[in-house]
């Protein structure tokens, strides 16, 4: 025990002595979730309508009112013709037209239901699908409303109700990411490369003739790093509930539970990568390279999984941090408890015992 | 009494036999050069005696313990010094000392008066406090050296222990050496350097896997009608078949 105390105690000095990775480390998950937060945002806010309106009745102006209102949208022109749609997105002056045909408020009284075409710039997909769902719940709300009373429903009009996220806020889906991200980064990536420089320095060869169990020389490295991800799990908490205002709704020892169990993941996964990489930048390379991609990519972080193609989605199931990002979504989004990400708890602990068998013995084979 | 004993040790690699059946005792306190060119299997049979490779078979007995069967007892009652420079860079003298003192199981309270008394061996009190990446090569060779002997092993392995340095250095490296032989400690080292050889109480010289002489420097010499060590290894290098790697 004092032989793993004195060694762990070497691997903070490491850290703490390198204050430039340290502050690294530490500050790099603020900065991302801030930066994910507020700069790269997917939330629709002010965005640029015109109105064709071809109907100029009550009921057109109404919605335009209800539109500009909005905190989300600002009506910037008023076309007259359908000719002015395409110049108008080209010169970039709107993202979005709203298109009322004639006899607008008529056709929504007599038969229940009218038509608003929504004309949308979609080189920017996603927003052009988030504003759409809110012209057509604007546009929805004032039909209900102004239905004369007598008259039977006829039609049927869609009622999108979005739950957990109504405003459909970045934060919700980019907090998650940041964590599932971040500790791959600082715990692969960093305790790979610990393990990796004591073999180019040759100081890898004297602790194992020394009477120190290898096992102990790779739990001491992985403590100091444990507890960093811990802190740095804080801080993300933190700053998302403070400053991103994304509460954590649910349990919060299940939360912290599985981020547990995935930093555990994040560690056997350095391990592993120790024993394949012969060098420090080899190290960095495989961290970044294999397992940094895929979890931006593959793990519903930037692109949910069940939009991805079939083969996409397979693979993704066999990346962590896919699990990792669906548990803290669960919990911290969605209010759930233990009981709800207890298959991804299940999951992430096989993962882990695989990475970690997986890893010591290629660490043995190593050795001669 | 022997504290290094070997019998028939043999490693093999597939179907390349690196060391082929060596039988030798080293005794205590003996400066033990073990030379041989590069791929002659100096460093293969090393890292068995150390323990960190397993033999193919045949035995070996280090300290009185038998490796394959007490390698716990036998890991603590070694030192070891690798070709590479390997202290810790970021850390200083006296946490180097403090670490491999506790890696090796040094009772806290007495790692600091050792550490002192070290140093002053080494007349290196004012750098106590110095991190050892700011130290010259040579300097860094006898710490290394004094934190292999930290724990007062029974032996210490020293493989090609000063690659890189001045002769000075090396005059001065090697009276440190002589100094841990009085104190009891066996010094077993290889080296390329045929001045070095010469410290040597014996020396072996190992030829495509086996050793093909073994003896005082003065006895070596005068059965090959050698005037140094450097004519004896030139020798009996040039019967190699194996290519060095």
Known sequence: ?368 | MNVIETERLTKRFGDFVAVDRLDFQVARGEIFGFLGANGAGKTTAMRMLCGLSVPTSGTERVAGFDIGRQTESVKKSIGYMSQKFSLYDDLTVAENFRLFGGIYGVPSREIPSRTDEMLELLDFRSEKNTFVKSLPLGWKQKLSFSIAIFHRPGVVFLDEPTGGVDPVSRRRFWELIYEASDRGITVFATTHYMDEAEYCHRASIMVDGRIEALDTPARLKQAHGAASMDEVFRNLARKATRRAD
């Open chain 1, 1 to 368: 025990m004092e032989r793993f105390l004195s060694f762990a105690k070497k691997e903070l000095l490491h850290i703490l002595r390198d204050k430039r990775t340290m502050l690294l480390l530490l500050g790099m998950p603020i900065a991302q979730i801030v930066l994910f937060g507020f700069a790269i945002s997917t939330e629709v806010g002010n965005t640029k309508v015109a109105i064709l309106d071809l109907a100029r009745d009550e009921a057109s102006r109404r919605i335009e009112r209800d539109l500009d209102a909005s905190r989300y949208f600002e009506v910037v022109a008023h076309l007259e013709d359908a000719a002015e749609v395409e110049p108008l997105f080209r010169r970039g002056k709107a993202s979005l037209v709203v298109v009322f045909q004639d006899g607008f408020r008529e056709s929504l009284l007599r038969d229940g239901s009218a038509e608003i075409q929504l004309i949308a710039d979609a080189t920017d997909p996603n927003t052009a699908t988030v504003f759409l769902q809110y012209a057509t719940s604007v546009a929805t709300a004032y039909a209900r409303e102004n239905q004369p009373p007598a008259a039977a429903p006829v039609g049927i009009v869609p009622q999108v109700r979005l739950l957990y996220n109504p405003q459909l806020k970045g934060a919700y889906n980019f907090v998650p990411g940041v964590l599932g991200m971040m500790m791959l980064l600082v715990c692969a990536m960093m305790t790979s490369i610990s393990i990796v420089r004591e073999r180019e320095t040759g100081t890898m060869e004297v602790l194992l003739v020394s009477p120190v169990r290898p096992i102990f020389v790779i739990l001491a490295k992985m403590a100091p790093y444990f507890l960093l991800s811990c802190v740095n799990l804080a801080t993300v908490l933190l700053v998302s509930v403070f400053v991103l205002d994304v509460p954590v709704a649910g349990s919060l020892p299940a939360l912290v539970l599985v981020s547990f169990v995935y930093i555990l993941l994040a560690l056997a996964l350095g391990l592993l990568i120790s024993t394949i990489a012969a060098t420090q930048v080899a190290a960095m390379l495989v961290s970044g390279m294999a397992f940094m991609l895929p979890v931006i990519l593959l793990s519903g972080m930037m692109f949910p999984v069940e939009s991805m193609p079939a083969a996409l989605q397979w693979i993704s199931n066999a990346i962590p941090a896919r699990w990792y990002i669906a548990a803290v979504k669960d919990v911290m989004i969605k209010g759930l408890g233990f009981q709800s990400v207890a298959k991804e708890l299940a999951i992430l602990s096989g993962m882990t015992v695989f990475f970690v068998a997986v890893a010591l013995k290629n660490f043995k084979t190593r050795l001669e």
